[in-house]
C-alpha cells in the first residue's frame, strides 16, 4: 500500500478560514472521485499559526505508486490536482511506506 502525504500552504490572499473550508468541504468532493484510492484525509490546524510552513496535510492511500500515476492521469486526478494547485501556494508531496504500531 502507498501512502502520499501532501503538505500544503495556502495562497499568500486567501484566508485561513476560507483555506480550511476548502480543504475540508470543497476539495474532498473532488479527491473522493480519484479511482483506485482506498483512503483519504485531511488534517488542518485548529487555529491558524502564522509560524507553522504549512497549512494543511492530506492522506491518500492507493494499491501502488502505479494505482496513483493512474489515478492521477483520470480527468478527476486532472480535477482535483488543478483545485488542489489553484488553492496552494506550495505542495510538497512524500510518497511513503506507512508503518502503524499502536
Not at 491518500?60 to 480535477?79: I, P, S, V, Y
Request: glycine share 4%; proline share 5%.
Amino acid at each position: 500500500m502507498l501512502k502520499v502525504m501532501s503538505l500544503m500552504k495556502r495562497r499568500a490572499d486567501m484566508s485561513f478560514a476560507d483555506f480550511r473550508r476548502w480543504a475540508q468541504a470543497d476539495h474532498p468532493i473532488l479527491a473522493q472521485k480519484l479511482p483506485g484510492l482506498r483512503g483519504y484525509r485531511m488534517n488542518v490546524p485548529k487555529e491558524e499559526n502564522p509560524d507553522n510552513p504549512y497549512d494543511a496535510v492530506s492522506e491518500m492511500w492507493f494499491d501502488n505508486a502505479e494505482a496513483r500515476l493512474a489515478a492521477m492521469a483520470t480527468d478527476a486526478g486532472k480535477a482535483a490536482g488543478g483545485d488542489a494547485a489553484s488553492h496552494c501556494a506550495s505542495r510538497f508531496h512524500l510518497l511513503v511506506d506507512e508503518k502503524v504500531f499502536v
